[in-house]
């Protein structure tokens, strides 16, 4: 079956950096485009990052652009949520997803993973 599961994430102080990873198993990874979401508390989801399947173009909302960077290794099957200069409204529960943009379908999603930034 198709499993998503993201790992890195943790604890961290504003200014921190992070690296999220999502292996992939069980879809032909190479033609997916993937990408990152996540959900705040007490908020809805919100669409953070997306790559194309050949890593060719990506895509991010305003509120992580220049701060975060979305990259994969096809040969690994993983992608990756690279974070820095976290804030503490980057606290969330974080999940990887197929799909690039966010108003693309997103057939799959990972069970997410928690960060949250504070002193």
């Known amino acids: 079956q198709v499993q998503l599961v993201e790992s890195g994430g943790g604890l961290a102080q504003p200014g921190d950096s992070l690296r999220l990873s999502c292996a992939v198993s069980?879809?032909?990874?190479?033609?997916?485009?993937m990408g990152w979401a996540r959900q705040a508390p007490g908020a809805g989801i919100e669409w953070l990052a997306g790559i194309y399947s050949d890593a060719s173009d990506t895509w991010y909302a305003d509120s992580v652009k220049d701060r975060f960077t979305i990259s994969r290794d096809n040969g690994k099957k993983e992608v990756y949520l690279q974070m820095n200069v976290l804030k503490p409204e980057d606290t969330g529960k974080y999940f990887c997803a197929t799909g690039i943009l966010p108003t693309t379908q997103h057939d799959y999603w990972g069970q997410g993973i928690q960060v949250t930034v504070a002193p």
């Open positions: 069980g879809l032909n990874f190479d033609i997916y485009a």
